[in-house]
């Protein structure tokens, strides 16, 4: 059989294209690299988390990681340290598993580069399209996917065609008072930050039920607004949709006239099986997207599918930033209220989102995840480096998890491009399967850690007037794992991107691309938001012109 559509992947920048596009009649095929799980399968269970149920074992398939270490650049396999690039192999993808923070960019995020310069040693471009093109999907995102929130005014609210969000907020710990009352001696502005979790009910999804354990966690109520939960259910209802899971694609076959013809992929025993399509869309997560292209050689593409300009894996984006913890007692908030279980604190800091001098970030402000197991087991340690056992042990862990509660500041950056934060792949470093592995090369921008340093000092100021105790700062230009973005930029120009402004390869016509790989920048907030709203711009731009690309 050949399908009309075959998409590689099925989180947030693969839910939008199966969503629309089995809705619109064509035949669409989804290779997913993991299996089919439902809100039935889905436990608030850590040694599940932890035990790579959703993901790889890094013993198996790996990255290798290269760092700037002593005037050299070193390579490690991530089995030696445990730091994976996996985010969730299962249906639906990472999104099972984000805590949905899901702020828009802003206008001038779609534009530094004419806005604040470009900084040496950085490759930072405007973007082929601008805020008022991508708007509509934000606000459609907003309503499909499901995002509660309300929307507040503060110096760079971003233009809405929508007054609000149709689904009012989660409800929130009495923490959030002490933020109000802090930012605003500081006057400082805290705004209620949106999720994608839903409030009330959604078609077959029940709204948020506060477990008390939703970031890491997959959702057993349907309310976190996966790919899985908000689209794709939908989507199989068209009978246009088939799904193959535990289908590990590792090549993307091109014919005589440079279009792809099928994909190869391994199915859970190792067998080797061929799906043929008219168009493909890649949205296996960045890293995994470069290495996807850069693995499928052959005589059209000796350096890997739409690489003849040798452009894809280049400018990988992460977010740097860092966290700043503090924490609260009875001093602060009566117990009852601070231990209230499942109440959000969602408070944003945005006030340094732009300066006149630099483009800056944002703060989102939560309490430490659950993850008992792992609360606990950092508490062994004295300040010295000794081993804490017995009674001092028992004693920490049982102040710790009934008398005080750990609040966190996370910065987000702009991440700034560079030649050394790439994507490639190395022969002699192979999966169990005996594909080449995707090599990360974490090259940061000083420039990164010095706005990080900057709004640090603002966020500890917060703590300071809250009157939290342990102030504590961990402030790094090192990427987060599970923010992937890059690699495949989308531009105006086939010389320097891999993709035109509507994610289609310039020199593939009937590829697309619609995960994070398309950003030449991030902004300073999450990406899931965009890559979902973009997603949804690419499926209207196939919709309209499917006949026209697979000419």
């Not at 899985?228 to 899971?245: C, E, G, H, W, Y």
Request: proline residues 3%.
């Amino acid at each position: 059989m050949i399908y009309d559509i075959c998409v590689i992947g099925s989180g947030a920048g693969a839910g939008p294209i199966i969503y629309e596009l089995s809705k619109a009649g064509l035949k669409v095929c989804v290779l997913e690299k993991g299996d089919i799980y439902d809100e039935k399968d889905f436990s608030k269970d850590e040694l599940v988390v932890r035990r790579s149920i959703y993901t790889p074992n890094l013993k198996d398939e790996y990255h290798t990681i290269e760092e700037f270490i002593d005037d050299s650049w070193h390579k490690f396999p991530t089995y030696e340290t445990g730091w994976s690039f996996w985010n969730g192999t299962l249906l639906g993808g990472s999104s099972n598993f984000m805590s949905g923070y899901f702020h828009r960019l802003k206008p001038n995020d779609f534009k530094l580069a004419s806005t604040y310069g470009v900084p040496k040693d950085s490759n930072i471009v405007d973007w082929p399209i601008n805020y008022d093109e991508l708007e509509p999907y934000y606000t459609k995102v907003e309503e499909l996917v499901g995002v509660s929130g309300v929307v507040e005014e503060y110096e760079f609210l971003e233009p809405r065609s929508t007054k609000d969000f149709i689904y009012p907020p989660l409800k929130e710990n009495k923490i959030v008072d002490l933020i109000d009352k802090a930012c605003k001696e500081l006057n400082y502005t805290s705004i209620k930050t949106s999720r994608a979790i839903i409030t009330k009910q959604k078609d077959g999804r029940n709204p948020c039920y506060y477990s008390n354990y939703c970031g890491s966690y997959a959702c057993s109520s349907g309310a976190k607004g996966s790919s899985r939960a908000s689209l794709i259910k939908d989507a199989l209802t068209t009978n246009n949709l088939q799904i193959i899971a535990n289908a590990n694609v590792i090549k993307l076959n091109t014919d005589k006239n440079k279009k792809i013809k099928s994909a190869t992929y391994l199915t859970k025993s190792g067998t080797k099986k061929d799906v043929f399509a008219k168009l493909f869309v890649i949205a296996a997560q960045a890293v995994e997207t470069s290495r996807l292209l850069l693995n499928s050689k052959d005589e059209n593409f000796v350096n890997g599918v739409a690489n003849n300009s040798g452009n894809v894996g280049k400018n990988f984006l992460s977010t740097s930033g860092g966290i700043i913890s503090a924490t609260f007692d009875e001093s602060h908030l009566a117990l009852e209220d601070l231990h209230a279980s499942g109440l959000f604190v969602n408070r944003s800091i945005m006030d340094w989102y732009y300066t006149n001098e630099f483009k800056g970030g944002c703060i989102d402000i939560l309490f430490e995840h659950q993850n008992p197991i792992r609360r606990a087991s950092s508490l062994r340690w004295k300040d010295n480096g000794d081993l804490k056992i017995g009674e001092e042990l028992q004693n920490s862990i049982f102040e710790t998890f009934t008398k005080t509660r750990t609040l966190n500041m996370e910065i987000f950056l702009d991440w700034t491009p560079n030649d050394n934060s790439f994507i490639s792949v190395d022969e002699k470093y192979k999966d169990k399967y005996g594909i080449p592995v995707a090599n990360i090369r974490i090259g940061t921008h000083k420039r990164d850690l010095e706005i990080a340093n900057f709004i640090e000092k603002k966020a500890i100021k917060v703590f300071e007037k809250m009157g939290g105790k342990n102030i504590v700062s961990d402030i790094s230009p090192l990427p987060s794992a599970n923010l992937q973005a890059g690699g495949c930029r989308f531009g105006d120009n086939p010389n320097t991107s891999v993709l035109n402004k509507y994610c289609q390869a310039h020199e593939v016509s009937n590829l697309f691309v619609s995960d994070g790989s398309f950003m030449p920048t991030g902004g300073s907030v999450p990406y899931t938001f965009t890559i979902y709203a973009n997603s949804f711009r690419i499926a209207d731009y196939i919709k309209n012109n499917y006949n026209k690309i697979i000419a």
